[in-house]
């Protein structure tokens, strides 16, 4: 079945620390992004990469970092210098059909303390 | 700069009936798109549906469809029949053109939790 995984479905870290996020796709897909998601409100976009070993700042790029060395994998990490890191973390990705629809994965609960 | 407004937090609809969920938008480019995606308590986002702004005709996709009037910019989504299973929250998002790099990049709306009553 093709899709979207994330790792671990919720993660727990104490404060200071640095976290990694794990977003594979096997949809090959070339286009792959990193959202933000705060109780009761929408997605704000941290990171997009469009091919490999490239990728662009989203509206919320601040304190983390991420890598794409393979067409499959978008990994995020959420340093220490980012300031409220709980948050739900959604990972997308879309190709250049019709209207670049973004399809997502389960997304991760992050939870530091 | 692209903005989606949803005003509506809460609605409530009745198992079987129309409901529909108010999306506008505010964007200087005359090239975009319109999407609607679904998020279950689980958290998964769900797409539901795309409208580009050169389209003629109001998408449809089964029961969703897409009432898109230009002019007033707006984009709101009808779902016919509703089922139990359609409770959840639902967002409606923008790109940009696809001549320029935000046509990658969605934004957007805060987003309307429906609940279907049995």
């Known amino acids: 079945d093709g899709g979207i995984t994330q790792s671990p479905k919720y993660l727990f870290r104490k404060e200071g620390q640095n976290v990694t996020l794990s977003c594979e796709q096997n949809?090959?897909?070339?286009?792959m992004y990193w959202y933000r998601q705060d109780p009761g409100q929408g997605l704000r976009l941290i990171y997009y990469?469009?091919?490999?070993?490239?990728?662009q700042k989203g509206d919320i790029a601040e304190g983390y970092s991420v890598s794409r060395e393979k067409k499959e994998s978008f990994p995020l990490t959420v340093t220490s210098a980012q300031k409220n890191p709980t948050a739900f973390y959604l990972c997308?990705?879309?190709?250049?059909?019709?209207?670049?629809?973004?399809?997502f994965g389960p997304g991760t609960r992050l939870t530091v303390t | 700069a692209q903005k989606i407004t949803q005003t509506q937090p809460g609605m409530f609809v009745q198992e079987k009936e129309a409901v529909t969920l108010d999306c506008t938008y505010d964007?200087?480019?005359?090239?975009?798109?319109l999407f609607w995606y679904k998020q279950p308590s689980s958290g998964e986002m769900i797409f539901l549906i795309y409208?580009?702004?050169?389209?003629?005709q109001n998408a449809t996709e089964g029961r969703y469809s897409l009432n898109f009037q230009k002019a007033r910019k707006s984009a709101n989504l009808v779902i016919s029949a509703s089922q139990l299973g359609d409770s959840a929250m639902y967002f409606c998002?923008?790109?940009?053109?696809?001549?320029?790099?935000?046509?990658?990049?969605?934004?957007f709306g805060s987003g309307t939790q429906l609940t279907v009553l049995p």
């Open positions: 997308a990705s879309s190709f250049p059909g019709q209207g670049y629809e973004q399809y």
């Open positions: 949809l090959n897909h070339d286009a």
């Open positions: 990469s469009q091919i490999v070993n490239d990728f």
């Open positions: 964007t200087s480019d005359p090239s975009y798109g």
């Open positions: 409208q580009g702004s050169y389209d003629q």
């Open positions: 998002a923008m790109r940009g053109p696809f001549s320029s790099g935000s046509a990658r990049q969605l934004t």
